[in-house]
């Protein structure tokens, strides 16, 4: 099966994290055309997987635009469909990972008569996108063959919204257990942080993932140090500004570091004592819940959207309010009492993470979903 992978980023953000873990399994028969130039293509160049860079600047529209807006894009948009017109007829698949993808490859898949897959990772509603968006997004992806839905909580949204649920299917993001289990023991010595109780935040700095609710619970915890990892992926720059603001207002200078985007998380991960997801509007999946549980560390989550359907058991009760931050420090505090406690939990969550989101099998159930449309499309080709 020859696919084509379509992804409007240039940059490394979780969707193309997870299309580099589900492309690396068609190394040998796919490409991924990318609408923007960035560190993700190195990324997959790194990996060997094959990738073209499609358009020459990003499409200037954003998920709350109009569709005025949209359709001054129309201009950059038609060659790029036109383009992947061209290539997808040397593909058997069209595999879009992101909603401007969807536009184009839903377009390109009327002419080119390819089935469309759209691999769904946000929470199509209101509050991340203008209503004209959201209709659009659903009436194209209700054209494919199949949605996969990177949660029931993507699943649900997209449904709510006149998604068509015969087409929809879940499947979680899959990660390789050994890579988690990494530790490098001079960090903490390397950023003069021995001897911390230390919080540590994974995510692109974006005011709807809450750093700056991490930062005010900090208020709450005299003793514990926040390491923030991740950078402004997509223009976030005033809310860095604001971070920073807030930082020297409440005075915690010395327990706070920004260390920017990482491109491997782990060692840092390993370093820290807890980790804080701290998302104020429901997170469809969030990687860093599960990374952070493949690591082994207590893990404090918003509770909302796919964060309820990834964290077991007995984390459920570690799941705070999201954008609460007297909650957050509550927590902390309350997972440092039973400290022992907290790591028997933290290494069963561990165990099950590896088991429940390991790639081999979720990379399985793709392609058995995949290898399905293909059947559906040609009942008698047999499809390798
Ligand atoms: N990440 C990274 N470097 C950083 C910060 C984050 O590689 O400096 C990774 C993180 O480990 C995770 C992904 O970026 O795999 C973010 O995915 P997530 O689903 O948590 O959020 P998104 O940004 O996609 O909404
Ligand atoms: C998107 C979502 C995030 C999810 C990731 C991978 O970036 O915002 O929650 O984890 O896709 O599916």
Not at 79 to 95: F, G, K, N
Not at 184 to 202: A, Q, W, Y
Not at 322 to 342: E, P
Request: aromatic share 6%; charged share 20%; proline share 4%.
């Amino acid at each position: 099966m020859k696919i084509l992978f379509l992804d409007q980023s240039g940059k490394s953000g979780g969707a193309e994290l997870c299309l580099l873990d589900i492309a690396k399994a068609y190394q040998k028969q796919c490409v991924v055309g990318l609408f923007e130039d960035g560190s993700f293509r190195s990324l997959l160049e790194e990996h060997q997987i094959p990738v073209q860079v499609l358009s020459r600047k990003p499409i200037q529209v954003r998920k709350d635009s109009s569709w005025r807006t949209g359709l001054s894009s129309l201009g950059q948009i038609i060659p790029l469909i036109a383009r992947v017109i061209e290539i997808s007829r040397h593909y058997d698949l069209i595999y879009a990972n992101t909603p401007k993808a969807l536009v184009v490859g839903a377009l390109a898949s009327l002419v080119s008569r390819r089935p469309l897959v759209y691999h769904l990772h946000d929470i199509l509603s209101t509050e991340h996108f203008s209503p004209a968006n959201l209709r659009l997004a659903v009436t194209l992806a209700n054209r494919s063959a199949l949605v996969i839905a990177n949660s029931q909580a993507s699943r649900s949204a997209f449904v709510a919204a006149g998604g068509r649920p015969e087409i929809t299917e879940v499947v979680y993001n899959g990660f390789q257990p050994d890579h988690y289990r990494i530790e490098n023991h001079s960090i903490r010595t390397e950023l003069g942080l021995e001897n911390r109780f230390i919080v540590g935040h994974f995510s692109r700095l974006s005011p709807w993932k809450g750093q700056h609710i991490l930062l005010e619970a900090l208020t709450h915890c005299p003793d514990v140090t926040a390491v923030f990892v991740g950078d402004a992926l997509f223009g976030e720059q005033v809310y860095v500004e604001q971070l920073h603001r807030q930082v020297e207002e409440l005075e915690l200078g010395d327990r706070v570091r920004f260390l920017g985007f990482q491109s491997d998380v782990v060692p840092l991960m390993q370093a820290c004592d807890l980790i804080a997801h701290t998302s104020t509007a429901a997170e469809p999946f969030g990687r860093v819940i599960v990374e952070a549980m493949l690591c082994g560390k207590p893990t404090i989550a918003a509770k909302a959207g796919g964060a309820l359907e990834l964290v077991n058991h007995a984390m459920n009760e570690w799941l705070v309010p999201a954008g609460d931050a007297t909650q957050l420090a509550k927590m902390i505090h309350q997972i440092r009492q039973d400290w022992q406690g907290a790591i028997a939990i933290a290494h069963q969550a561990q165990t099950q993470a590896s088991d429940r989101f390991h790639i081999s099998q979720i990379n399985q159930q793709i392609h058995q979903l995949l290898t399905q449309v293909m059947q559906d499309r040609c009942p008698l080709k047999q499809v390798v």
